[in-house]
């Protein structure tokens, strides 16, 4: 009983936390944008200008005084919480992403507001559970439920909360949170009906006169689609590496490069279009797309204009996520391709609708690779049943073309690229038998290793991994534990970082012995080494024996 007030709490304070967000964006967004677009051309470029300096130098500051680490969509966080700070996240970074979001979508960068939303929502779910007595060790449970809940309200979707949070977060359809996150994705929809009203994400016609042909271009839109989202994945991926490899430009000025370079390209299609889309959400014209609205020659631009702008927002660090764009890219795919094949078949109104429906959802599948979320997102979004055929078709051929763009899907390869390295640790669930286990099953089997400590080597290392302790392996040979402050402070004086002694230990032994050993390590880390050869085959911290054990107890 106790456990099932705890969640409706929290679901609650994560849905209103969602509903705030996505009210205030579109508040700003209407008072800025949508309103200096009834004004002249002139107008609106000089006006746009000064909004997005303004909000993106603003997000800059935040974020270089009170938390870089509220940059991006928070998803890829929220799983690197969930799996390794067993759901507790910062309160600090809650607040600046809370703020520098509404900041940096309604002020005009091109992202969305949905992966924030998942953010807050698990960030407001899990400080909340700690300040009514939840111990930092058991707030998986209740961060995974507020990421639901979070991203009902956003969405106005609570079954596709429900796979989302399983399929991504969780990454496991028999979780035994499901019972909690349904519970917290249904006071997360309750919550933005009662503030916000029971309307779909886009008004749509009825689709009723749907015709057979349109079966014929679905795999167009959904590979065409499906391709624009591994495209937009590989470039923003880039760009966010050079970006941070870089060392001319200090951080705080890159969210305004982004911005500038959305401005350029939104200016330069409302100029010529007439659409605002590429700015905020652009939901906008995405509902126009969605009511064949507009001439849909011009979908094929925005589609070239948001695909830019996007990978420029989020590549420079600006706060805000991708669902938004998204959908956007493949609506507007889908758009564009269903007025071109109708140049040589008698499509219907309604036809070009579900081809339009079918590129949000392959685009969204190919990069998140959440199958049963990105089809279930869209029918929530629309509320129309004629549509799931086509979801479902290209749904499936969306995951050929994610299986084809690489092994990682956006959020895990943000994460690798940060130096993540996402170990999923899923013991038996009683105690004893899980101290029985081999340390292999607990142990990082790809560890990150200095092989010189020459100063160029240390710097990488560094500043390509987050983590506090580096094994040492000269030669072949391991000789020591090199940590993060020993090799700041190495570096600072010119000098050879002093190294902790290792203390090793071998794959088949217990964890509980093997717990034992943690006592003799300063570092608090035992490496794993081959008892034949005495290569370093993987490492184990204090924290995997901590989380492995919690997750036995949660």
Known sequence: ??????????????????????????????????????????????????????????????????????????????????????????????????????????????LGREGPS?????????????????????????????????????????????????????????????????????????????????????SLPDVDKVSWLHYAVVP???????????????????????????????????????????????????????????FGLGYQDLSSALNNAFDWRVAGVLVMGKLAATAASYGFGGIGGIFAPSLFLGGMSGYFLGGLAGIWLPLTPADRIVLSAVGMSACLGAIVRAPLTSMLIVFEMTHQFALVPGLLLGTFISQIVARLNGPLNFYDALLVQDGHELHKVRPPLDLHSWQNLPVAALANPRPVLLTSLEPERLKVAISDHPYAYFPVVIEGRLIGVAGRREILTALSAGTAPELHPAVTCHAEQTIREVGNQFIASPANIVVVVDPQSNAVTGIVTLHDLLRAQAAIES
Request: hydrophobic share 55%; proline share 2%.
């Open 118 to 202: 998942v953010y807050l929502g698990a960030g407001t779910a899990s400080n909340l559970a700690g300040a009514l007595g939840v111990s930092r060790r058991e707030r998986r449970g209740p961060a995974i439920v507020g990421a639901s809940a979070g991203l009902a309200a956003a969405f106005n979707t609570p079954l596709a909360a429900v796979t989302f949070a399983i399929e991504e977060v969780a990454g496991d359809l028999n979780s035994r949170f499901l019972g909690r996150v349904v519970l917290g994705s249904v006071i997360g929809a309750l919550v933005v009906y009662g503030i916000l009203g029971r309307q779909p994400a886009f």
């Open 220 to 278: 167009v839109v959904a590979f065409f689609a499906a391709g624009s989202g591994a495209l937009f994945q590989r470039m923003t991926l880039q760009l966010r590496r050079r970006v941070s490899r870089q060392g001319r430009m200090p951080g705080w000025l890159m969210p305004l490069c982004g911005g500038l370079i959305t401005w350029i390209i939104g200016v330069t299609l409302f100029w010529t279009t007439g659409k605002v889309g590429v």
């Open 1 to 110: 009983m106790r456990q099932t007030v705890l969640t409706v709490v929290i679901s609650f304070a994560a849905g209103l936390a969602a509903v705030a967000f996505l009210f205030l964006i579109n508040l700003i967004f209407a008072r800025s944008y949508l309103a200096f677009a009834a004004r002249s051309k002139g107008y609106f470029a000089a006006a746009s200008l000064i909004m997005i300096v303004t909000t993106s130098l603003l997000v800059g500051v935040l974020m270089k005084f009170f938390g870089a680490e509220a940059a991006g969509s928070g998803i890829p966080q929220v799983k690197s919480a969930f799996w390794k700070e067993l759901g507790w996240l910062r309160l600090r970074t809650v607040v600046i992403k809370f703020i520098g979001g509404i900041l940096s979508i309604g002020g005009g960068q091109s």
